[in-house]
Nanobody, 121 residues
Framework: QVQLVESGGGLVQPGGSLRLSCAAS????????MSWYRQAPGKERELVAT???????NYADSVKGRFTISRDNAKATVSLQMNSLKREDTAVYYC???????????????WGQGTQVTVSS
């Protein structure tokens, strides 16, 4: 079964830290591009960070220098370390895998169910 399961969300004070994790199963994780997205109430879902199969990282300008994405291919997990959190980081955070087809060209996306992050005093 192809799936992603996020964990690690919660309530944190401004300036605090949280670490999100996403466990993958059912597909070849090491070949997949992994991303974190977030969606705040009333807003569109936005890309937060991406890490390629080669380990190249990219970040949204709003989180550069504060968030770090990492992956562990042996454990089929991707993490998002979030430091210096701000109220505007409050959102549901989603993990996404962009997975190459095994026997054909192209890729498909797998989404997790999301985990809530609330930054509030």
């Amino acid at each position: 079964q192809v799936q992603l399961v996020e964990s690690g969300g919660g309530l944190v004070q401004p300036g605090g830290s949280l670490r999100l994790s996403c466990a993958a199963s059912g597909f070849t994780f090491s070949n997949s591009v992994m991303s974190w997205y977030r969606q705040a109430p009333g807003k569109e879902r936005e890309l937060v960070a991406t890490i390629t199969s080669a380990g190249v990282e990219n970040y949204a300008d709003s989180v550069k220098g504060r968030f770090t994405i990492s992956r562990d291919n042996a454990k089929a997990t991707v993490s998002l370390q979030m430091n210096s959190l701000k109220r505007e980081d409050t959102a549901v955070y989603y993990c996404k895998a962009n997975v190459p087809f095994r026997w054909a060209a192209g890729t498909y996306d797998v989404w997790g169910q999301g985990t809530q992050v609330t930054v509030s005093s």
